[in-house]
């Protein structure tokens, strides 16, 4: 709590909410800002147009990924490993976005969350938040279904194994080995997160 927050993006005017993001920020104090989906020209370019006198997010630490939204890929991978070292060197509180905030950022979120102990069904209850909150699901709709499902087979995917019955913290850990990240780093960025 205090440490990391998501959000859609404080930089990309395309929904209109990048105003309202950044103000929040700032109330909130964040430092270190990743940036899961816009590579670096875009993020010049949002620059240019906001005026950095007029933005929070720009006076911050940034670290533009522009990451595809394929997540077994070995770019997205490289991205996830660069977005923990990014936080790793800099201080805190953090925030990671992608544009809307629900998908690579939603991604994101699960990692993070299982490497920290969440269970199965806790990083599929909240995974399945945002796209409640985004398009309005009412309670019973069948569609909650299909969504807690689909963090699973990405999980599946870049795990390259079945998560039924299995300790997911074990199986991100080895994910974040995978993609390069030492024991250190990663005991380092589980006292971050933990607020040790």
């Given at each position: 709590?205090g440490?990391?927050?998501?959000?859609?993006?404080?930089?990309?005017?395309?929904?209109?909410?990048?105003?309202?993001?950044?103000?929040?920020?700032?109330?909130?104090?964040?430092?270190?800002f990743?940036?899961?989906?816009?590579?670096l020209?875009?993020?010049?370019?949002?620059?240019?147009?906001?005026?950095?006198?007029n933005?929070?997010?720009?006076?911050?630490n940034?670290l533009?990924?522009?990451?595809?939204?394929?997540?077994?890929?070995?770019?997205?991978?490289?991205?996830?490993?660069?977005g923990?070292?990014y936080m790793?060197?800099h201080?805190?509180?953090y925030?990671?976005?992608?544009?809307?905030g629900?998908?690579?950022a939603?991604?994101?979120?699960?990692?993070?969350?299982?490497?920290?102990?969440?269970s199965?069904?806790?990083?599929?209850?909240?995974?399945?938040i945002?796209f409640?909150?985004?398009?309005?699901i009412?309670?019973?709709d069948?569609v909650?279904?299909?969504?807690?499902?689909?963090?699973?087979?990405?999980?599946?995917?870049?795990?390259a194994?079945?998560v039924?019955?299995?300790?997911?913290?074990e199986?991100?850990?080895?994910y974040?080995?995978?993609?390069?990240?030492?024991?250190?780093?990663?005991n380092?960025?589980?006292?971050?997160?933990s607020?040790?």
């Open positions: 709590d440490i990391l927050f998501r959000s859609s993006s404080p930089c990309n005017a395309h929904f209109k909410r990048d105003r309202l993001v950044d103000s929040l920020c700032k109330k909130y104090g964040i430092k270190t990743i940036n899961l989906s816009d590579p020209d875009e993020i010049e370019e949002n620059k240019k147009r906001i005026g950095v006198e933005s929070y997010y720009f006076q911050q940034v533009a990924l522009g990451l595809p939204a394929d997540f077994g890929s070995v770019e997205f991978g490289h991205g996830i490993a660069a923990i070292r790793l060197s201080e805190g509180p925030l990671f976005h992608c544009i809307e629900k998908d690579r939603g991604f994101f979120a699960a990692l993070l969350e299982a490497f920290m102990g969440a199965i069904d806790e990083v599929m209850d909240e995974y399945l945002s409640i909150n985004y398009f309005k009412e309670k019973d069948p909650k279904a299909v969504l807690k499902f689909k963090i699973v087979e990405l999980l599946e995917l870049i795990f194994t079945t039924s019955g299995k300790n997911i913290t199986l991100t850990t080895n974040f080995k995978k993609i390069g990240l030492t024991n250190e780093e990663l380092s960025f589980r006292n971050l997160l607020g040790n």
